[in-house]
């Protein structure tokens, strides 16, 4: 289209654009300031931190001493040789179970698939409760103060069985016959054709599950006993709010315990919030695209 074609915006279109700029940078400040609050907060001088007050952009006295603390802390290397070993197993465990459950429920032909939708959807607003999970996973199962306490119970998630399920059913059937005349089998049909064909929707599910497996505590800290096992989050739970960060303070003294433990605290978030930012930019550009195809059928 020419520049005599092109079509004029009124005032009121400039308004709204520079209106919905400002909100949007306002939002993007309001998000991003907690974490360089964090981060310089991690980078200061233990005593300059505690007698300052007010916004922070720049660390007080600069100094690696709150890092060196935490990485000299054995429970933090164990953390996260535990959460590694849990998200990875833990993600490849979801997206195997996830990929065969949504794939029987898309395939046309199949009985009873209408009635397993609505027993799985029921989940989604009705569980049994803590408890019968406990005796479920701790006595009948025999998982308690194992890691696989933590993976096994959320093997599925039901939200994202019925993304991946949508997504598969939007593969179109002549493709999945002609393999079947070719002789391949489902599992053959689900790894080698549905599943990359399905990679922006997988790569969703594994932002989902692997974020979630990072992040969790809760079963951690209802199934582990050994501090072994305990994974990241969960120490830092120990850090942040039960403020056990004395054993981590070195020789400081009693005085001093209290600013040096502030540090820790800051350097611990860090820490533990890092690898999860860093893998997350090579898994944003399939995000939206996932979503919407999984969200849409077609």
């Known amino acids: 289209m020419s520049a005599a074609g092109a079509i004029r915006k009124s005032p009121g279109e400039h308004a709204f654009q520079a209106i919905n700029a400002l909100f949007m940078v306002l939002m993007m400040f309001i998000t991003l300031y907690p974490f360089i609050y964090v981060i310089t907060s991690s980078l200061s001088d233990s005593r300059l931190l505690m007698s300052h007050s007010g916004a922070l952009w ?6 690696w001493n709150a890092y060196v603390m935490v990485f000299k802390n054995p429970n933090i290397i164990g953390g996260y040789v535990n959460t590694i070993i849990i998200v990875v ?3 490849l465990v979801n997206l195997f179970m996830t990929s065969l459950g949504a794939y029987v429920l898309s395939r046309k032909g199949v009985s ?8 799985i959807v029921f989940t989604m607003f009705f569980s049994g409760g803590l408890i019968p999970v406990y005796l479920l996973v701790n006595n009948w199962l025999h998982l308690g ?10 093997m599925i998630s039901t939200w994202n069985l019925i993304i991946l399920r949508t997504s598969f059913g939007s593969i179109p059937d002549s493709l999945i016959e002609s393999a079947w ?3 391949a089998n489902d599992f053959t049909i689900l790894f080698r054709i549905v599943v990359p064909l399905s990679l922006p929707v997988m790569a969703v599910m594994i932002l989902f599950y692997g974020v979630g497996h990072w992040n969790a505590w809760f079963g951690a800290m209802i199934y582990l006993r050994d501090r072994a096992l305990f994974p990241l989050q969960l120490i830092l739970r120990e850090i942040l709010i039960q403020n056990s960060t004395a054993y981590m303070s070195g020789d400081a003294s009693a005085a001093d315990q209290e600013a040096v433990g502030e540090s820790i605290k800051y350097a611990t978030i860090v820490v533990a919030t890092l690898p999860i930012l860093a893998v997350y930019p090579f898994l944003q550009k399939y995000f939206v695209k996932g979503v919407m195809i999984g969200s849409i059928k077609g």
């Open 89 to 91: 197993c833990g993600t």
């Open 145 to 154: 103060n194992t890691l696989l306490a933590v993976i096994v119970p959320g």
């Open 58 to 63: 720049l660390p007080k006295g600069f100094t």
């Open 181 to 183: 005349m070719d002789g």
């Open 112 to 119: 009873w698939t209408r009635y397993l939708m609505l027993l």
